[in-house]
């Protein structure tokens, strides 16, 4: 895609953005910023430690755990342990929508459970706690599974959550309790918490009820949280088109179809960064392929389709697919071709996540908008410059703490789906399996990387560009909109959504028409405070007295 | 039902907290230092902590919330905090240029051992506090109290490090403001000039979390008491804290530091505790009240009158924050409704005491617990067991109200959902209106619902 605007000089973007930072801070974030190039990609400075003082976007592995990976499971009891706060802020706040499949069944969504951690827990201990909690969930819900989360001050007391939840674990005996150590401090944001929930959900949950899944098209769908709905129509599509999902990873997911993920056939994965690893240790121990597709974006969601039609070889999925596609496309094509002329030539761009920032520049693209400058918020470089720098990256020493599971072949489960000659006749055919060619291969020559945007950064960034829509999430909601510019949440949609999927892309033509063609951008100066009025010239009252 | 596993049959707990009725100390003292004009407020952890905390607030204000961190990895956690919080100050002036940061501890920098005081004085000798510029502090750990207490703290610290006495009184009051909103500061300030009197009000977080858009963001708005005013505060003829939680400690740390007397009063929500603070103000001041406050409380009083039909008798439950609910109780039952069931998760022994006092007096058949445990989910519970007509709470009443088909209103901290917080008190004659307004709206418009077709009343 090539740019029809004109962009300011990159280079001379990065010298401002870093100009007031001390030499040090500097010198660090210079190798964050960088000047895309999609033919020879360089290299981005990504998942390294942010500089205590500045304005990060950026959370914590406990977010990225619990928040992200687990919470989306509707009938897991997620107690933290710790202090209150954290658990009361991941209450309900990430929008996981979930549909329970009759008023009976179990839905711990709308709850939040702490162990709420006092004084005396922290100085002798609050292993005796957690268990008394844990008990009293266990009385009070008989769930199938409770799931333990360390907050900070539980590795430096050293608290087991793990043998606490072995032990309740084999005193209940029809309840899967396990433990994740999550404490906020691993790692250097939320990303931590991903790869330890990923070890977790892999090591607790999956292969643990081996009764074979119906269906002839079986995958899994990774990193599909379902917020505002988005796993509801994927759902819908590929119900449609007759492919059975075995377990989602997790939005709008079940304790029994996690166990029972092994027996799909594929894994597609959406957020590559915070489910990467769970396709990589079942392709292991299972022999289940993953690939990396996108359900955001009208054109990417045909496509992704179309993939995964290729991947199972069958002629009537194939043609069910391309059906489906001519289907939906015609009320797709009918909303776009009435905004387009509203929303084309106009620029945004994207400070989000760890895979938003990429899957949404698809459905700018479809709004004939361009991405000028893009980041993630977590990211790795493989998301940036795609898995082939894998090997390249150097472990830091805030990342080697974080187990990597040592995975071998399941010696009855592992059943490789695809033999090696059919994996590189899919390769031929441009299948991309087990692989993902990352963001800014997509991304306009000289467009702007910035990995973990600064506060300062993100204001120089729009005072520089003026772009006509920005999207972060809501820390950097209301400061953009200060600005006179819309910012559009990628975390939680603000508050709309589904946007994957057919009915997902005419949802976002059609706020982002409504957002960067609103009047009241238009209002905000006062009539009085525009040229020849107040200030400055004398004023003549139109009514005097004599 | 969207809290289909609560049960009626209420369990003692001892180990589980089920829907917190409280949150942790950090947000509370970031929201107490941005009522500092100039400050940011600087949360010494990991970046979790400091991430929700803005998030919270920003979803409660809808407005920017700036705060940085310390961004604590593993190995701060296990060497301490000071290199990473003396790295954020020298960013942190380079950077965002503030004139004070407040610093605020978190479980992690609590557990680990950091001292602030220590920190921050390391970080004056070594010289990276530019001249003019301050670093305060306050510890907050969230295994002590809750939200409330960190704004108490905070509150407390920024007194203590900023008074100063000069010997020469000055004819000014202090008014330490509890938790309340921008809105509520407002209408402090207003009423005390009305009364005619000059007050320092602290901390103040009008047009900061209220601010105009104006097409610019300006990093440190207009608003919030200003370090002069600060330490003038330490020459005022008098403190009135409005709280005893959240306002009472800083007001005993100014008495000692700088012999300012002091007077606690409950936050003015309501006719009484309204009354009380005007009366207070008139007494301190020595006063009078002008009519123009004797006549709001007249519009206020003459409209309980007019509509105690529909009041009288209904049953109420609530949750919130203690210095918050209880003059919310006090004038529930001067309006002659029935608070049925009260939670706070906030521990606090007066509180405790003062609340018993006045349901024994005026409710003895009201189910009151605070503290640990004290949480949604018991409320709920009780609600099964008793039903209300009305619940008022923070936002996360709306899955108890939905359930259980009940009237609600947001009241408290934090509403997620609704705007008018931020610019409508709860506070004065006028702000009780205003709460009862809605109090009436939602009892009449469900009035109006479910009366069969013949029973319908145009007239009410
Ligand atoms: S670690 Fe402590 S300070 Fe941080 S969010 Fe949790 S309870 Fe609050
Ligand atoms: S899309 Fe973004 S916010 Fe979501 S899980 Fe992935 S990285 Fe996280």
Redesign the interface.
């Known amino acids: 895609m090539e740019a029809n605007i004109i962009i300011p000089d990159p280079a001379q973007v990065r010298e401002e953005l870093i100009q ?3 030499a040090k ?1 500097a010198k660090k974030r210079a190798k964050s910023i960088v000047i895309n190039d999609p033919e020879i990609i360089p290299e981005v400075q990504a998942n390294v ?15 990225g755990c619990k928040g992200v990976v687990l919470g989306p499971t509707r009938d897991i009891v997620n ?1 933290v342990h ?12 990430r929008r996981n929508q979930t549909k329970p499949e009759t ?2 069944d ?3 969504i ?10 005396e ?2 100085v002798f201990g609050g292993e005796k ?9 266990y ?3 008989h769930p199938k599974s409770i799931a333990i989360f360390s ?3 539980v ?3 050293g608290d087991d959550v793990h043998a606490a939840s072995r032990e309740m674990k084999e005193k209940f005996g029809d309840c899967n309790v396990f433990g994740f150590s999550c ?7 939320q990303s931590a918490g991903h790869h330890i929930a990923n070890n977790g959900v892999f090591k607790h949950m999956v292969g643990r009820d081996n009764t074979p899944s119906e269906g002839k098209f079986k995958l899994n769908l990774l990193g599909e949280y379902n917020i505002g709905g988005d796993a509801f129509e994927i759902e819908r599509i590929f119900e449609k088109v007759g492919i059975t999902l075995v377990a989602s990873f997790s939005g709008n997911s079940t304790v029994a179809a996690i166990e029972n993920s092994h027996t799909a056939d594929l894994n597609v994965i959406l957020c590559h960064r915070s489910i990467n690893y769970m396709g990589d240790m079942m392709e292991t121990k299972y022999g289940i392929p993953w690939m990396k597709v996108n359900f955001v974006g009208a054109e990417s969601t045909a496509k992704s389709l179309r993939k995964i039609g290729e991947y199972f070889g069958d002629e009537e999925l194939k043609a069910r697919i391309e059906a489906v596609i001519a289907e939906e496309a015609p009320k797709v094509k009918a909303v776009i071709e009435e905004i387009l002329p509203r929303t084309k030539g106009k620029t945004a761009m994207l400070f989000v996540g760890g895979s938003r920032a990429h899957h949404y520049q698809d459905l700018f693209a479809e709004l004939g908008m361009t991405t000028v400058a893009a980041g993630y918020e977590f990211a790795h470089r493989d998301d940036y410059e795609g898995r082939d720098v894998l090997p390249k990256i150097k472990v830091d ?2 990342s080697k ?1 974080i187990e990597e599971l040592k995975i071998v072949a399941d010696p009855e489960l592992y059943n490789p789906r695809k033999t090696e000659a059919e994996l590189e006749a899919l390769k031929e055919k441009g299948l991309e399996i087990n692989g993902y060619e990352g963001m800014m291969k997509q991304m306009t020559k000289k467009s702007l990387i910035v990995d973990d945007l ?3 950064e993100s ?1 120089k960034l729009i005072e520089i560009y003026k772009p006509d829509i920005f999207c972060a ?3 950097e ?8 510019i819309p910012l559009k949440q990628l975390h939680s949609y603000d508050y709309g959504g589904p946007y994957t999927g057919f009915e997902g892309a005419v949802n976002f033509y059609k706020d982002i028409d409504r957002m960067v063609n609103n009047p009241v951008w238009k209002l ?2 006062a009539p009085w405070e525009t040229a020849g009025n107040g200030k400055g010239g004398e004023l003549a009252a139109s009514y005097v007295t004599q | ?5 609560t ?1 009626k049959e209420v ?1 003692v ?8 009725a ?6 509370g003292a970031m929201y107490a230092a941005l009522g500092i004009h100039g400050c940011l407020p ?1 949360s010494h ?5 400091c ?6 607030l ?2 409660h204000y ?16 296990v060497f301490g905090g000071q290199a ?2 003396l ?6 002036f ?3 240029d503030p004139d004070i940061i407040a610093v605020h501890s ?3 920098s ?3 051992g950091d001292d602030l005081q220590q920190i921050t004085k390391k970080a004056s000798d070594d010289g990276k506090i530019p001249e003019g510029k301050y670093v305060i502090y306050a510890s907050t ?4 109290g ?2 409330v207490t960190g704004y108490s703290n905070m509150v407390a610290g920024i007194a203590t490090q900023f008074a100063e006495s000069t010997g020469v009184k000055k004819n000014q009051f202090n008014i330490i403001a509890g938790w309340m909103e921008p809105s509520d500061m407002r209408e402090i300030k207003r009423l005390a000039k009305v009364m005619g009197i000059n007050i320092v009000l602290f901390p103040d977080t009008s047009d900061v979390l209220d ?1 105009p ?6 990093f440190y708005p207009k608003g919030g008491t200003t370090v002069d005013e600060l330490k003038s505060s330490g020459d005022s003829l008098a403190s009135l804290a409005l709280g005893s939680i959240s306002a009472e400690p800083a007001a005993i740390s100014l008495e000692k530091k700088c012999k300012v007397p002091f007077e606690t009063l409950d936050i003015p929500i309501g006719l009484t505790a309204t009354d009380r603070f005007i009366m207070a103000i008139s007494k301190v001041a020595g006063v009078t009240v002008p009519d123009e406050i004797t006549a709001d409380r007249g519009r206020l009083v003459d409209v309980m009158c007019d509509m105690e039909q529909y009041l009288h008798g209904k049953r109420v439950a609530l949750f919130g924050d203690p210095d918050q609910i209880l003059p919310l109780t006090e004038f529930l039952l001067d309006l002659s409704m029935k608070p049925l069931h009260i939670v706070s ?1 906030t521990p606090g022994q007066k509180f405790e005491k003062q609340m018993r006092q006045l349901l024994d007096e005026r409710s003895p058949e009201t189910n009151f617990k605070s503290g ?2 004290a949480d949604m ?1 018991l409320l709920h519970q009780w609600m099964k067991n008793e039903p209300v007509d009305l619940l008022i709470g923070n936002t ?1 009443g709306k ?1 108890m109200a939905r359930d259980e088909d009940i009237p609600f209103i947001r009241f408290g901290f934090p509403i ?1 959902d609704r705007i008018g917080h931020s610019y409508f008190p709860n506070v004065g004659y006028g702000g009780s209106l205003r709460l009862l307004e809605k109090i009436l709206n939602v009892i009449m418009d469900r009035q109006d619902r479910d009366a069969l077709e013949e029973k319908f009343e145009l007239v009410m």
């Open positions: 007031k930072y001390p801070v430690r942010t500089v205590p003082g500045i304005i990060t976007q950026r959370g914590c592995s406990y977010a107690i710790g202090p209150i706060g954290c658990s009361f802020y991941a209450w309900l706040t008023l009976m179990a839905n711990y709308p709850y939040c459970f702490s162990t709420d951690m006092q004084e827990n922290i706690k957690l268990k008394i909690a844990i008990q009293e969930a009385d009070l819900f907050t900070c001050p590795g430096l007391i404490e906020g401090y691993r790692g250097v944001s020493a805030d703490n600064s506060h300062y204001e999430g809501i820390k909601k209301y400061v953009v909109q200060k600005m006179g905000i100066k | 039902m969207l809290l289909r596993h049960s369990k707990r001892e180990g589980l907290t089920i829907n917190p409280k949150t942790c100390q950090p947000i600087h952890g990991s970046q979790g902590c991430s929700y905390h803005r998030s919270t920003t979803r809808k407005e920017p919330v700036m705060a940085a961190t310390s961004s604590f990895t593993e190995g701060a956690s990473n919080l790295a954020a100050i020298d960013t942190i380079a950077v965002y978190t479980c992690l609590e557990t680990i750990p969230s295994f002590v809750s939200h601010a858009q104006t097409g610019k963001h300006v998760g640990l445990q989910f996360y899955y997620l």
